[in-house]
Structures are given as C-alpha cells and as structure tokens.
C-alpha cells in the first residue's frame, strides 16, 4: 500500500505491507532509506522499530489529522492526499479570514461596517486565557459585515468579520 | 485542627491541596463553574459546589458564593491556592469576618505587601536591599521623568498594585518614557483599577532568585532555601530550579537573613516567597513578597522533604512551627516545568481544546501535579496551565538529563504544549552551564523551531495506525470503523451483560 503523508509541510511517501502473523507492520519511507516495523501496543500507543532502534509513540485522532507523539515531539500528521481534497486548494499566504486562532470571547469590535480598512488594521480584539489577541485584516478593503459583538464567545473557522477586498492593483500591502 | 476545608480554586493546585488534606484526615470541598463539571478538582473533593457560570466573576472570584458554599458545607478554613482571590485582602477580611479561617497570611499584612511602593517603604526601612527608585507612587509625568533621568536609563515603570507584569514598561530613552507611562497608567487601571504608577532602575538581565518562608502565630520564622526562576516568557516563569546555581554558602546565607528580616518587618504569618533580583556583581535587592503558596513550591518540597500545604493548614490552625532554621536542611537538586495549554510557535498563545490522550511520566524521582485524563476539556476562561513536572535528583546534571527524559514521557495530546521546546532548553549550552537570566527564552529562543529528525517515525506512526486500525478489545472510536480489522466488540451489537 503506498500513503502520502503530510506533517506541516514536508511530505512523506511511504510504501507499507500489512501487518504479518506477530502483528508488526512493515515499511519504508521512499528516499530516505528507513525501514520500520510498527506493531498496535494498546490504545493509542504504537512500538516502532525503525534502523535498529525502537521507540514508542503515542496517538490520538483529531478531526481530518492524527496527533502522533514521538520522543517528547507532537505532530499533527495528515494524508496528503485526503487533506488536498478536503481542502479543495492549496491555502494561499497567511490567512484569508477574520476568525480566532483558538476559542475565546470578543472584548472589542473596532471593525465598522463600510470602514475602509488596510491590510493589518485592528478589527476584532479577543481574550482567550487571560490574553487578548487582535485579529486584523488580512487584505485591504471594505467591511462588507461584522457577525459578532462584546461578549460573544467565538470559535475558529467562525468569520467574524467580512471584508471585500480593494479591486486588484490598489492592494499594496 | 479543622475537619473540612473549601479549596476556593481549580485545576492542578486544587487537586494538589485536596492531596494533603485528605492525608491530614481533613474533609475536602470543592468549588466549579460550568465548565468545570467533570474538571478533575471537581471530581476528586469529597464533596463539590456550582458556583456559576464559567466567566470568573460569576464562579472562582465571586466572594459571596465561595462564603456560602463553605458555610453551607460546614468548611471551617478556605485555602485559595494561587491565582483568582490569593492575593485579594478583602477576601482574606471577608473570610474572618464570617468567623472562617483564610489559609494565609493576615488581610493588612496582604494589603500592605501588595503595594509594591508601600512594601518598598517597609524593607528600607528594615534595611533590606531595595533596586534604587521610588518609594511613593506618582501620577504625574513631569516627576516620573525627573526621577527616571536621576537614576538613569534604562527603567522599569512598574503599576504600583501591580503583579505578572501587567502595567510594567521598559524605557530604554527619555524619548520614549511619556508614552510608556500613559500605557502603564490604563493598563493598571483596567487590570487593577488603579493608575498609581512608580519607577525604578533596569537592572541589565538579573536573575530572579526567590526565598520559600514559614511564619507562625507565635513568632517563629524560618526560610526554606532558594529557588531559581530565571526562565521566563512574557514575564512569567516557566522553569524553576533548587539550589540557584549562582549562590554559594555566604549569599544564600545573607539572602535567607534578608528573607526572614522581610517577613518580619511585614508582620508576616504562614506560608510566603520573598523575590530578589540577583545582578551580575552577586548585588540582591528586594522585589516583591508573594502572599501565597507559589506554582513552583513542589521544587522546596522536593530538596527540604517538608509538605508546604500541610504546614500552611497548621499555621492557620495556630500552630507553632515543628522545627528552627538550625534543623532545616536541603538535599540534592530539584527542577520544576510548567506545563501550559500554549503554542511555543506563535508567541506563547493559549491553545484550549479537549485532552485526546494523557500519559503521565513515572519512575524515580519525578511529581507531576496535573488535573489531566484523557476526555478532559482545556476551558478557555481560565489560567491554561495543564500541570506542573516536578524532578529531584543527586545534582544538578543528574536533575537536568531527569527531567529531559520525564518530558518525553509527558505524552500529551490535543493541545499545544511547550514540552518540546521545554527539552530543547534544557538542552541548551546557556542552562546547562547554570548561565541563565530573565531574557534566556527571548535571547535564544524568539526564533525557535521544531526540530524535524524523528518527523518521518511520526510519518509512519500514522500509516501504521490507518493500517492495524485500534487494537482489538479497547474502546473503539466511530473513525475506526471500516478500517483494519474489526473485533467482535465493533460489530456484534448491543448485549445485555446482566442476563
């Protein structure tokens, strides 16, 4: 079975048997020259021996990734390919929307609908754990709507702001 | 001695408290916001109280219900932790007033020392070394600026009610200083509700070096030795260590006199910390005293093999401390990681969420105070530490290569942690010479990255899991389904056990 797996940015061709009579799952991972043999322990934790040496790792399913932990190093790990057509394209730089990197209540709102704004200026100030972060826009345009308020508790992928965008050639960064 | 107490707090130093307690054969109540039902303080008190909603003000910081629970549940003593109403006087008044005991020191004892300019004041006037700066608070900026040029740039403007550097400023230039004091001005009046400013001299990368006292009713006051806490992000520690390597026999003797000669100009009772700033000539001054039991007490614990919380609940049970500075001894060396719910990537940002899966670290030598399970739910309303990893070993270099191998056992996933980075600096040739300031994290590691060496065993850790699916006869997760091979609990349906 061949897999394209991705962590951050680096992707992992990886070319991997099913598991023989002792349970162990043999692989490689193709231009790296590492063969590994990785049997299912218990719940959630793996034993990998890979060039000679074994390690354990642990790991935990989280929406569309697998949270995988080798040797005090957690990474969030996904098929390159399920991953691309979820996504439906490559994300461009940085952000593209006005929404908290992590749950947390709205304590100001400076965006004003109609305002016309310049890429990284202040629209929503939020407080998650004792710390206020300030969400900005991403590109320069115009506030088209601004779905929340004081108080409001937000998650992310919620667009709290909505901007549209300067027409091409007036956006200088 | 009481027969129940109210942790008035959450997380891991409620449990931790309850620990003792319940070792002592004193009954534990606990207090919960909503978002706290299944929070593990709540489950591990003997008996546990809603508070409120999840916002502070309606639960962890709200004084008339946290008085009504305990007077309800029949608490005699409130314990408040570190953190929410610690270091509020009024609560400490309120608290004996409603004829309960605070554990901790006297309310104007608390009043005083939490006015830094007002504590200034009583060490110098104990002869206590103080950093050279202003003993009165001021909010006028033509004599803040006077009194910066006198002692000359660098400065700190520093909120006189002020803690966890809220409302303190660098001014590096007189340029610079007017803005800098308006900022600290509303930033103490939103954080505080009050503008008092003061300032005081920059000293150029000190360390921060803090003395553990015990003080009792009866006028005995003992201290417990250093703990280092140079390693700091956004102005708070992260990593602390016991014995401080910079001090040798003669300091820490004058700097443990200079601890207890400040809790004795303060009047002080039970358990506190005394901070000093240590300069690179090996010149103390006094910075503040900590009214409370502080996140990194477990490092004292560990080197004096005294139980601080146990001590506290004597203390305000009006008892006489068991033993004089001549009996205290400390052993080894004892390092303490805070672990928190926060991204090291991107400055340190709280990462809340739910606990997917939590392995705790074992073996000799190691404490790891927590109110982690795997299910558990990271709020976002509240402090994000997750717990704190505690070693002690034989030395310092024996402590350090302890705690590196504790972390890789630390397995905690669904939220970002700064255990990985936490290794790296341990690691790092500035902490294993002992080389270590308030600005190491900045200085070394601003521009930290993930090392990228064992990514592709994680790679494979992932294809090994979508190829053997979960292992047979544990609980099973609805993705599991129709991958791997399925066990007879995946697909013989509902039975009735009972029949």
């Known amino acids: ?173 | 001695m009481f027969s129940k107490i109210l942790v008035a707090n959450r997380g891991e130093i409620a449990v931790r408290i309850m620990r003792t307690a319940r070792e002592m054969g004193i009954g534990t109540v606990a207090v919960y916001s909503e978002v706290d039902r299944c929070a593990l303080h709540t489950l591990t008190a003997d008996e546990a109280f809603l508070l409120g909603d999840s916002d502070p003000s309606s639960s962890y910081l709200n004084m008339d219900k946290i008085i009504d629970v305990a007077k309800r549940s029949g608490a005699q003593a409130i314990h408040p932790g570190y953190g929410f109403l610690a270091e509020n006087a009024a609560f400490a008044r309120r608290v004996t007033a409603e004829g309960l005991v605070f554990i901790g020191p006297p309310a104007a004892v608390m009043a005083n020392l939490g006015n830094k300019t007002v504590a200034r004041t009583i060490m110098a006037q104990s002869n206590v070394p103080i950093i050279p700066g202003m003993t009165v608070s001021d909010t006028d900026p033509a004599r803040l600026l006077q009194a910066a040029e006198e002692m000359g740039f660098p400065v700190l403007i520093k909120a006189a009610a002020g803690g966890g550097g809220k409302g303190m400023r660098i001014v590096h230039d007189r340029a610079a200083f007017a803005e800098a004091a308006e900022l600290a001005k509303s930033e103490s009046m939103s954080a505080f509700g009050d503008s008092s400013i003061y300032v005081e001299k920059c000293l150029d990368r000190p360390r921060h070096v803090e003395f553990q006292i015990l003080a009792d009713e009866h006028g005995n006051v003992v201290h417990l030795f250093e703990r280092e806490c140079s390693i700091q992000r956004r102005h708070q520690k992260i990593i602390e260590e016991t014995p401080c390597p910079a001090l040798d026999e003669e300091l820490r003797g004058r700097m443990g006199a200079a601890a207890v000669a400040a809790a004795r100009a303060a009047g002080y009772v039970n358990a506190g910390t005394v901070e000093f700033l240590v300069d690179g000539a090996g010149r103390f001054y006094f910075l503040e005293v900590n009214t409370r039991l502080q996140v990194e007490h477990p490092i004292t614990e560990m080197v004096t093999g005294l139980d601080l919380v146990r001590h506290q609940i004597e203390i305000a049970a009006g008892k006489p401390l068991p033993f004089d500075q001549d009996r205290l001894t400390r052993r080894g060396h004892a390092i303490e990681c805070r672990i928190y719910a926060e991204d090291p990537e991107a400055d340190f940002m709280p990462s809340p969420g739910p606990i997917l899966f939590v392995k705790s670290p074992e073996g000799p030598g190691v404490r790891f105070d927590h109110a982690l399970y795997t299910g558990a739910q990271v709020p976002m309303q509240y402090d994000p530490i997750l717990g704190k990893l505690v070693v002690w070993a034989e030395d310092r270099h024996a402590a350090i290569e302890r705690m590196v191998r504790a972390l890789k056992e630390c397995v905690i996933l669904g939220v970002k942690t700064p255990i990985e980075l936490m290794i790296d600096v341990l690691r790092s040739e500035p902490f294993r010479t002992g080389d270590v300031h308030t600005r190491l994290i900045d200085d070394h590691f601003s521009s930290w990255q993930p090392d990228r060496a064992l990514d592709h065993l994680a790679a494979m850790a992932f294809v090994a899991n979508e190829i053997l699916g979960p292992v047979p006869g544990t609980v099973s997760t609805r993705d599991s389904i129709g991958r791997g091979m399925r066990s007879p609990w995946q697909t013989l349906g509902a039975w009735d056990m009972t029949r």
């Open chain 1, 1 to 173: 079975m061949r897999f394209r797996v991705k962590i951050d940015n680096q992707l992992f061709p990886i070319e991997a048997c099913a598991a023989d009579e002792h349970g162990y799952c043999r692989m490689a991972v193709n231009g790296m020259g590492t063969d590994a043999a990785v049997k299912a322990i218990a719940a959630g934790h793996l034993h990998l021996e890979a060039n000679g040496e074994a390690t354990n790792a642990f790991v935990a399913r989280s929406g569309s990734g697998l949270w995988v932990w080798v040797d005090g190093r957690a990474r969030l790990v996904f098929d390159a390919d399920t991953e691309q057509r979820r996504r439906g394209t490559v994300r461009r730089e940085g952000p593209r929307e006005v929404t908290p990197p992590t749950p947390a209540t709205v304590v100001r709102v400076p965006a004003i609908v109609g305002d016309h704004v310049e890429k990284g200026q202040a629209l929503v100030v939020v407080s998650a754990m004792k710390m206020e972060l300030t969400l900005t826009a991403p590109y320069s345009g115009t506030v088209s709507a601004v779905h929340t308020e004081v108080g409001a508790k937000v998650s992310p992928g919620e667009i709290l702001v909505e901007i549209e965008a300067d027409p091409e050639g007036e956006t200088h960064g």
